[in-house]
Nanobody, 123 residues
Framework: VQLQASGGGVVQAGDSLRLSCVASGVTSFSGFSLSWFRQAPGKEREFVSAIAGKDGSTRYIESVKGRFTISRDDARNTVYLQMDNLRPEDTAVYHC????????????????WGQGTLVTVSS
């Protein structure tokens, strides 16, 4: 399984971006839960959001609730992260990750990772 993330860029505070992550080499995409993590310069990687494979349940860290929306399109093997009202503190490299049949926010529980896409939010 390979994950390819895209959609990052340089924006101003208050702007929006939509990240995408496409999976390839997978036959049962719907069996995976998909997550987004981020790592800001000089900081540890942190969980941002996840969406389950079975019922589409979602999870978010508190700081992005009401601003970010995760969604998936199983027909396209793609997970999205719509990021609205971006803040400078959202600046980070964003990674998508997948885990089979589990729905855990722990990075160590994820089976596959994509390369990151950089989001830079200026004030």
């Amino acid at each position: 399984v390979q994950l390819q993330a895209s959609g990052g860029g340089v924006v101003q505070a208050g702007d929006s971006l939509r990240l995408s992550c496409v999976a390839s080499g997978v036959t049962s995409f719907s069996g995976f839960s998909l997550s987004w993590f981020r790592q800001a310069p000089g900081k540890e990687r942190e969980f941002v959001s996840a969406i389950a494979g079975k019922d589409g349940s979602t999870r978010y860290i508190e700081s992005v609730k009401g601003r970010f929306t995760i969604s998936r399109d199983d027909a396209r093997n793609t997970v999205y992260l719509q990021m609205d009202n971006l803040r400078p503190e959202d600046t980070a490299v964003y990674h998508c990750a997948a885990q089979w049949l589990a729905f855990d926010t722990d990075a160590e529980r994820h089976d596959y990772w994509g390369q990151g896409t950089l989001v830079t939010v200026s004030s």
